[in-house]
């Protein structure tokens, strides 16, 4: 019998059942189930149990916090259950099933998107500088663009359109690559299937408007004629080709004797999607995306403009946090191939100042806190460049009217913004910079809708909170700010090292627990501890103890035991156990005993990012021994196994 089997059989029965799981994983934390009818768990009942520690619904997914014992627990479960256990990526698919048709779309659609962001903005930022350096008259008294009298500046704006081509015309490349990537098939094949919708064969996307029907160029097949039609930066002629192929190479690969697989899935799966994508799905694609884009461009253009840009404004914050804000993403691009041009990207960038505005009028409200300044003065600078989650989650949501302030004065922006005309030529850096992408005769207004996205959250903010400091609702203690040691990455035992003293685990900025933008964590469910935004790569042990638990397979938390009992565990990013262990190595096993500086776990944080994780590392105190508590030390800059970042009293 195990440790909590008893347990185990009470907490089958409470969700509902063996019948009722549709997959079940865990992470170094959690449980996470995937109940075929959520309504049939007993949440109160569960959270009495007497290992869990909380529960929340997330995702499509019912997640038991357990604490650093989950492996153990997890493992009885199954076995009183009677299942057998999942990958996370099989129960985060399972968990779509409890989304509506809508939830599913938007998902896939930001998941397809995700990996191709960091181009798009490159191309975005390009284009948006060969529109200053060649549309922009500048020179002679206005009379000429910086091209005209430059060869350097003329033979620059031509190489970069290499770049902007490749990122936007080729665009369908990415898209098709993306889809199989996340499906899990092929990827080779869907940037083959991809490159044959913008083969230079084909006549370009942009020019089939100005070409007479009966010079467009075609297949003659006997019995049939296809228009060789290009699908340049077209992205729904994409996306249908791309699950189709994905559909059709799993399909065949069932019915297909694995002997001669090799051969017939990719030539069948590949030949047939070809085929498709050129006479039914692009025309399909195509004419779909000009009827998307017809209807939000003859929205934006029609008296009640003002209407839908107030609300899109507004509620575009909110999606960045639920991770729909991607979505946007395809309509802005078929905008652009349709008309030249988007008006909701403006607004996008609108919004991101407005958040970095608030979080400004923060900065000076709590001028007197240093504490709140390590956190709210880097937010406010990296959202101001287009990059808003550290200011959402740190500063704006934490005190909730910041987060309002900025929503209503990205609506004012938006409103006048889109009342205005505004376009982008492209999608741009979501920030200060985003004004490279606008159209260069859109520049002056685009440049007056940024001091409204900017004054009004700013204000409004100012007079809310200063309001909340009158009335005493608002923390703004005054914390010393201790000194910043030299980065190191310590990869050797500490030398120096002193019983009761736990040091920097990681080289980086220490944060409240409190500040982490995972409620597990930041309302200590766990345990209280820190957390450090990492400089360096490379856990290392804080203390003298013993590793009491590896996350095996994903490698990204362990946890270790101190002498006196206290029981620590590390975290490295949010939700990075769906990474399963790409981008982390582990040096360590359960059972071994560390010194103070030795490594734990390296980190490849561009991964992390690349992944769409945030690499804050968290330290919890799951079990305080007999320490007489554990004094934190946060607010300061950290050298990994130099600093003391905690005390056991």
């Not at 060789?228 to 699950?243: E, H, K, N, R, T």
């Not at 009028?361 to 956190?375: C, N, S, T, Y």
Request: proline share 4%.
């Amino acid at each position: 019998m195990g440790t909590y089997t008893d347990e185990c059989r009470k907490l089958l029965e409470l969700v509902g059942g063996k019948d009722n799981i549709g997959a079940v994983s865990h992470c170094v934390t959690r449980m996470r189930f995937v109940l075929n009818d959520p309504k049939k768990a007993d949440v109160e009942a569960i959270e009495k149990l007497p290992s869990v520690k909380g529960t929340f619904t997330q995702a499509g997914q019912f997640q038991v916090i357990i604490g650093n014992t989950v492996s153990t627990y997890y493992n009885d479960f199954i076995a009183v259950a009677g299942i057998d256990g999942v990958s996370k990526d099989a129960v985060k698919n399972a968990a779509k099933k409890n989304q509506n048709i809508i939830q599913r779309m938007m998902s896939n659609l930001a998941e397809i998107f995700a990996p191709l962001i960091p181009a798009i903005i490159v191309g975005g930022l390009i284009l948006g500088f060969r529109n200053v350096i060649g549309e922009i008259k500048m020179i002679d008294g206005g009379t000429k663009t910086l091209i005209e009298v430059s060869q350097f500046w003329a033979g620059a704006h031509s190489f970069l359109w290499l770049i902007g081509e490749a990122i936007f015309h080729f665009l369908p490349v990415g898209i098709v690559w993306s889809i199989t990537k996340k499906m899990g098939t092929t990827q080779m094949l869907g940037i083959v299937l991809g490159i044959t919708l913008v083969s230079p064969q084909l006549l370009n996307a942009y020019d089939v408007a100005t070409t007479a029907a009966a010079d467009i160029p075609f297949w003659d097949f006997g019995f049939a004629k296809v228009e060789m039609i290009g699908y340049q930066a077209q992205v729904l002629p994409a996306i249908l080709a791309g699950f189709t192929l994905v559909y059709l190479e799993k399909g065949i690969r069932k019915i297909c004797p694995s002997v001669i697989s090799m051969i017939v899935v990719p030539f069948f799966s590949l030949l047939i999607a070809v085929i498709l994508a050129h006479t039914v799905l692009g025309p399909i694609g195509w004419k779909i995306g000009s009827v998307i884009s017809n209807v939000v461009n003859a929205g934006l253009a029609s008296t009640f403009n003002w209407l839908f840009a107030a609300v899109f404004g507004f509620l575009y914050a909110p999606l960045v946090i639920t991770g729909l804000h991607h979505m946007s993403n395809a309509i802005d691009l078929q905008l652009i191939s349709d008309f030249g041009g988007t008006n909701l990207w403006p607004m996008i960038a609108l919004s991101n100042i407005a958040q970095g505005s608030a979080v400004l009028a923060m900065i000076f409200l709590q001028k007197r806190d240093a504490k709140a300044k390590e956190v709210s003065i880097p937010a406010c600078i990296s959202c101001y460049l287009g990059v808003t989650e550290p200011a959402i989650f740190g500063v704006n949501l934490k005190y909730g009217f910041p987060f309002i302030c900025a929503m209503i004065g990205s609506a004012a922006a938006a409103v006048v913004s889109v009342g205005s005309g505004v376009r982008a030529a492209a999608i741009g850096v979501g920030g200060l910079p985003g004004i490279l992408s606008i159209l260069p005769q859109y520049i002056p207004t685009f440049t007056i809708c940024m001091v409204i996205s900017i004054a009004v959250p700013f204000v409004l903010t100012m007079i809310v909170g200063k309001k909340k400091l009158a009335s005493g609702k608002m923390e703004t203690a005054d914390v010393p700010v201790v000194a910043a040691t030299p980065a190191a990455a310590a990869t050797a035992a500490i030398l120096d090292y002193k019983e009761g003293e736990i040091r920097a685990f990681l080289s980086g900025k220490v944060i409240k627990i409190e500040d982490v933008p995972d409620k597990v964590f930041s309302e200590k469910v766990l345990g209280d501890g820190l957390a450090i935004e990492p400089t360096d790569n490379v856990l290392i042990a804080p203390a003298d103890g013993e590793i009491i638990n590896v996350m095996d397979g994903s490698f990204h938390a362990c946890g270790m035991a101190l002498k006196n009992g206290v029981e620590i565990l590390f975290h490295i990013g949010l939700d990075t156990v769906s990474m399963n262990g790409d981008g982390f190595e582990c040096f360590v096993k359960e059972g071994d005993t560390v010194k103070a500086g030795d490594r734990l776990i390296k980190f490849d944080p561009e991964k992390i990012k690349a992944a769409g994780h945030p690499t804050v590392t968290m330290m919890v105190i799951t079990d305080e021994g007999s320490s007489g508590g554990i004094e934190f030390k946060t607010g300061m800059e950290a050298a990994a196994g130099k600093t003391v970042v905690a005390r056991c009293l």
